[in-house]
């Protein structure tokens, strides 16, 4: 079977730091993905991760941990535009995308 | 580049009717397309996965009959939802594969479907 875990909200305040955590137990793992979602429109590409380690662009970093089944989104200098919701996706050698219930994470003033 | 489009973004039909979602690659030809559906604060379930020019693979638990894949070409897929019910309402995504890019999935905008 296949498990992704997210916590299900999140809060911050505008300029901090927040890392999201995604925990996942999968078969046949080729990589994670991260999407930001905003209500009622499509995903957009974040992150993709393959190899253990930190990727880093902007604002945004993405770290992946494959013995530990264990990645995390870092958002910095948070805007009041990120508040959104962030999805963690399994991608697996069945070239499918198995997506987390995402996190809503909202940013206040 | 990888802009994918959805027509219509919205549609409201009666229940029994069909309903046609397009799904466009605008400036790539898409590799593979995927067809997902979102329901209220879930997250995305994939559907089925479309290759151009043969059958598409449903996800169990997807009835092919009621959801009809067309995948006429490398830039277009559509989703027919056949005699649609209320329980049909949803948001459906489509997303597709850049042959110069991996794995990467990029997603259309989006249809909203509410069936009456």
């Known amino acids: 079977g296949q498990n992704i875990d997210q916590p299900t909200e999140m809060t911050a305040t505008e300029g901090a730091i927040v890392q999201i955590n995604c925990t996942y137990q999968?078969?046949?793992?080729?990589?994670l993905f991260w999407y930001q979602q905003h209500a009622g429109e499509a995903p957009t590409f974040l992150s993709y991760?393959?190899?253990?380690g930190l990727e880093e662009k902007g604002r945004f970093s993405s770290f992946l941990s494959r013995s530990k089944g264990y990645s995390y989104l870092l958002l910095k200098e948070l805007q009041m535009k990120d508040s959104a919701s962030y999805l963690c996706?399994?991608?697996?050698?069945?070239?499918?995308?198995?997506f987390g219930t995402g996190t809503r994470l909202q940013v206040f003033p | 580049g990888a802009v994918v489009s959805q027509h219509p973004s919205r549609v409201i039909c009666k229940s029994g009717t069909s309903v046609k979602i397009e799904c466009r690659s605008l400036?790539?030809?898409?590799?593979?397309m995927f067809w997902y559906r979102q329901f209220p604060k879930q997250s995305l379930m994939l559907m089925a996965t479309?290759?151009?020019?043969?059958?598409?693979?449903?996800e169990q638990g997807v009835e092919k009959d009621k959801f009809l894949i067309n995948h006429a070409s490398l830039t277009l897929s559509t989703l027919t939802v056949t005699s649609a019910h209320p329980e049909d309402s949803s948001f459906y995504i489509c997303?597709?594969?850049?042959?110069?890019?991996?794995?990467?999935?990029?997603f259309g905008p989006g249809t909203r479907l509410l069936v009456l």
């Open positions: 997303s597709a594969t850049h042959s110069g890019r991996g794995e990467t999935q990029y």
């Open positions: 999968t078969s046949g793992f080729n990589g």
């Open positions: 991760n393959v190899l253990d």
């Open positions: 996706a399994v991608y697996r050698n069945t070239d499918k995308l198995i």
């Open positions: 400036d790539f030809q898409a590799t593979t």
């Open positions: 479309s290759n151009e020019g043969s059958k598409a693979t449903y």
